[in-house]
Nanobody, 125 residues
Framework: QLQLVESGGGLVQPGGSLRLSCVAS????????IGWFRQAPGKEREGISC????????NYADSVKGRFTISRAHAKNTVYLHMNGLKPEDTAIYYC??????????????????WGQGTQVTVSS
């Protein structure tokens, strides 16, 4: 059974940092494009970052560029989202997703087949 599990969310003050983890079971993440998405209350889901399979190129939404970094830990079958300079508007449920594709990744939800359950990030003083 293919499964993704996110962790690392929590409450952080503005300007703080968090590292989200996306761990896969049942398949190897190296062969998949991995995306991070978020959804705030009353807003549509937003694709914020992705990393192409086999350590390929990364992609970031303008809203997080320069503050967030996506990376892989191959030995742990994990993809991370390093978040720095957090702002209150970053508050949302964050989801990771996987797509089996040989194409360069895009943070577009319709292109992803497997989703985690989400982890809450709250940025507040």
């Amino acid at each position: 059974q293919l499964q993704l599990v996110e962790s690392g969310g929590g409450l952080v003050q503005p300007g703080g940092s968090l590292r989200l983890s996306c761990v896969a079971s049942g398949f190897g993440l190296d062969y998949y494009n991995i995306g991070w998405f978020r959804q705030a209350p009353g807003k549509e889901r937003e694709g914020i970052s992705c990393i192409s399979s086999s350590g390929g190129p990364t992609n970031y939404a303008d809203s997080v560029k320069g503050r967030f970094t996506i990376s892989r830990a191959h030995a742990k079958n994990t993809v991370y989202l390093h978040m720095n300079g957090l702002k209150p508007e970053d508050t949302a449920i964050y989801y990771c997703a996987a797509a089996y594709s040989g194409r360069l990744c895009r943070p577009v939800a319709d292109e992803y087949d497997y989703w985690g359950q989400g982890t809450q990030v709250t940025v507040s003083s």
